[in-house]
């Protein structure tokens, strides 16, 4: 077993987390470098040279990893701290083809990190209107860099229904921070009188960066989803059924994110017809729930190699 997975030790999670987006840049590099069409944050991005590029990007998916540990090990998840739910979105983020292709989705990620936060504060008896604004302004930020994240909208509510009793205030807040954010855009396009033209720059961010991979590394990555989802759902049932109510609280507003954030794929693929290009924010919740077959499976082993497996197959598949 890689035990080293397991460790409570920040420096191990920041030196593997460097590693592996170091060998992901190794691999990459000498990709042709650019940006398809004529859209502002291509345009904004297409000025960086290319290692600049990377190194930045590789910022963001770090610290969007850091704070998936930090706000994991907030919560009652595990029995102390861990930093493998991050090292896993690490992994998931790197082992995939050159990153400019779904960059907007990646810098999405990071706010709706940021939501997840937010979500997990929410408390039976706590009123919780303001975690609700903060929560539905990160959404609504994460969907400026991807439009198809505004879909992500219903989590809030699900979380609401699942954790608090019915307040209809709490309810309206999504609804009044749209409004509050409209009230901000909607005139500057009226005045400047390109209202449509702000409207379908912020609409094609779904449609110009989105994921996709070869066949073969898609094969690798659903084989090791399968093995590890299925060694995660034993000790994640065993667990919840003797656990108190705040662990239970954590572990659903996971399974609610983890399947808003499949029907995005869902959704995606009835519009534009793409089986995976709206996956990357489904990347957040499948790590957090992935980890815990890693942690608390007895069947550690065959979680780590098909770890090691899934990695060293990607890095095969680049040069096959």
């Known amino acids: 077993m890689l035990n080293i997975l397991r460790t409570n030790q920040p420096f191990v999670f920041i030196v593997s987390g460097w590693s592996i987006m170091l060998l992901h840049l190794i691999v990459h590099f000498n990709d042709p470098y650019g940006f398809e069409g004529d859209h502002l944050f291509f345009n904004l991005i297409g000025i960086l040279p290319k290692f600049l590029f990377y190194v930045l990007i590789y910022i963001v998916v770090f610290f969007t990893a850091f704070y998936i540990n930090v706000i994991i090990n907030r919560s009652v998840l595990f029995p102390k701290s861990f930093y493998l739910p991050g090292l896993l979105y690490i992994v998931l983020m790197s082992c995939f083809d050159s990153i400019e292709e779904f960059v907007l989705p990646i810098v999405a990620n990071l706010f709706l990190v940021f939501a997840l936060g937010n979500l997990l504060k929410i408390f039976r008896n706590e009123s919780c209107k303001n975690l609700v604004f903060k929560a539905s302004l990160h959404i609504l930020i994460s969907s400026v860099f991807f439009s198809l994240n505004i879909f992500l909208i219903p989590l809030i509510w699900v979380v609401l229904f699942i954790i608090r009793p019915f307040k209809w205030r709490e309810y309206v807040m999504p609804i009044v921070t749209l409004i509050v954010l409209s009230a901000y855009v909607v005139p500057f396009g009226i005045i400047n009188k390109n209202l449509s033209a702000v409207f379908m720059t912020w609409w094609e961010t779904g449609l110009?960066?989105?994921f996709e991979s070869t066949n073969l590394i898609m094969q690798l990555f659903t084989g090791f989803v399968a093995i590890t989802f299925i060694l995660s759902i034993r000790p994640i049932a065993?667990?919840?059924?003797?656990?108190?109510?705040?662990?239970?609280?954590?572990?659903?507003?996971?399974?609610?994110?983890?399947?808003?954030?499949?029907l995005l794929c869902v959704i995606d693929l009835l519009i534009y017809n793409r089986p995976f290009g709206a996956i990357i924010p489904?990347?957040?919740?499948?790590?957090?729930?992935?980890?815990n077959g890693f942690i608390r499976s007895k069947y550690k082993w065959l979680c780590d190699g098909s770890l090691v497996l899934f990695i060293?197959?990607?890095?095969?598949?680049?040069?096959?």
């Open 238 to 262: 065993r667990t919840f059924l003797h656990s108190n109510n705040r662990f239970k609280r954590v572990v659903w507003v996971v399974i609610a994110m983890l399947i808003c954030t499949l």
């Open 312 to 320: 060293v197959g990607v890095f095969i598949a680049h040069f096959v």
């Open 208 to 210: 110009i960066s989105y």
């Open 282 to 291: 489904f990347f957040v919740p499948l790590a957090i729930f992935l980890s």
